[in-house]
Nanobody, 125 residues
Framework: QLQLVETGGGLVQAGGSLRLSCAVGGGMIKLYSMGWFRQVPGEEREFVAAISAGGGRFYYGESVKGRFTVSRDNAKNVAFLQMDSLKPEDTAVYYC??????????????????WGQGTQVTVSS
């Protein structure tokens, strides 16, 4: 089982940027598709972004398209989520997740096997 640790969350003003990192231990990240999700209390976990194992394919949730960028560094076993033009509605706990699959890029939370503990992102207006 992988160990995933998210860092980089915090408080930022609307229009600002944050970069989240997801450090992975216990396996080679190059064998896993990586996803980012977010959740606010009382709501379901929302898909934010996902990237294929090789990094060549990526997908975004509608609410973040054009503002967020997902990437990965397989040599360092780390995935990233660059968040620009942040809005108050982006406030949530952000989670990274991993799925042992090479060809597919899952975009629902139930498809992922391993999860980090989450990092809080708060965007003030």
């Amino acid at each position: 089982q992988l160990q995933l640790v998210e860092t980089g969350g915090g408080l930022v003003q609307a229009g600002g940027s944050l970069r989240l990192s997801c450090a992975v231990g216990g396996g080679m990240i190059k064998l896993y598709s990586m996803g980012w999700f977010r959740q606010v209390p009382g709501e379901e976990r929302e898909f934010v972004a996902a990237i294929s194992a090789g990094g060549g394919r990526f997908y975004y949730g509608e609410s973040v398209k054009g503002r967020f960028t997902v990437s990965r560094d397989n040599a360092k076993n780390v995935a990233f989520l660059q968040m620009d033009s942040l809005k108050p509605e982006d406030t949530a706990v952000y989670y990274c997740a991993a799925k042992s699959v090479l060809a597919d890029v899952p975009r629902t939370s139930k498809e992922y096997d391993d999860w980090g503990q989450g990092t809080q992102v708060t965007v003030s207006s």
